[in-house]
């Protein structure tokens, strides 16, 4: 708690007092969002006590508030990946630190495997419910001062605004897909039989993030939102491909920046 109090206060003092209302996490090569963020300050991780720094690539280590659609906002460029051998404490510690700076919704966006055979490359699909197979992030002593021992998992993914995006993107013609998100500990991309594996269990696209940052705002009581970018799909022959998913996920950035910045204006 202190640690997560002192990162706030020296946010506090580095922003003027900013009060996001909405935080937003950027997924690998979707870092491209903030060009549409009206940016008022940029703090870098390694500026802010306590906060720990990215090291993958395509991964950039900073937090930034702005406004966007006319709400002030503060997004993650760059988040922690458990692969990477950060605790899951450490990987859900900014989520803790936005939640005390204020915000009222989380965005999440992230790239991942296409599991369901009908999404192509490059589809946008909005995470409807995940399947954790990472360690939770809430397991040790619960911190009460910031939700109940044992959280309800249900509306993780708040119906009323994937309700909203599914209105913006019919009117702007972005396409959609809808599926579970299967949250892994990674680094290795997935065998085929794993693939099948995580297909058979309900899954509908695989990722190594996502899932402890949307645990840890649903004990806060943050409602959710989460967009993959299906970059590579896993039950196809190709093979999985870092730099491949960096630049689908760039690709696919335009139309998902787009969309985040329509459903926060109507938020
Ligand atoms: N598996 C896991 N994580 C991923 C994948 C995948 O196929 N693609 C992008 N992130």
Known sequence: ???ILEACSAIRKATN???????????TGLGGFVDSIDVEYR????????MPVSTVEGHKG???????????????????H??????????????????LLGIKYLFVSNAAGGINTSFCVGDLMIITDHINLLPNPL???????????????????SHAIRMKAT????REHIKLQYGVYVGTTGPTFETQAEYRYFKAIGGDAVGMSTVPEVIVARHMGVPCFGVSVVTNCG????????????????????????????????L
């Open 17 to 27: 007092d900013f009060q996001p209302e909405v935080g937003i996490i950027l997924g």
């Open 167 to 170: 209105a913006i993107a019919e």
């Open 43 to 50: 703090l870098e991780y390694k500026d802010i006590p306590n």
């Open 1 to 3: 708690m202190d640690c």
């Open 235 to 266: 039950l196809s022959e190709e093979k999985g491909d870092h730099e491949d998913v960096q630049l689908q996920g760039k690709k696919a950035g335009e139309r998902m920046a787009r969309l985040f910045t329509e459903l926060i204006r109507e």
């Open 62 to 80: 900073c937090l930034i508030f702005g406004t966007v659609g006319g709400k002030k906002v503060v997004a993650m460029q760059g988040r922690f």
């Open 82 to 99: 458990y692969y990477e051998g950060y605790t899951m404490k450490q990987v859900t510690f900014p989520v803790r630190v936005m939640a």
């Open 139 to 157: 397991i040790g002593p619960n911190m009460a001062e910031f939700g109940p021992r044992f959280p309800d998992m249900h509306d993780c993914y």
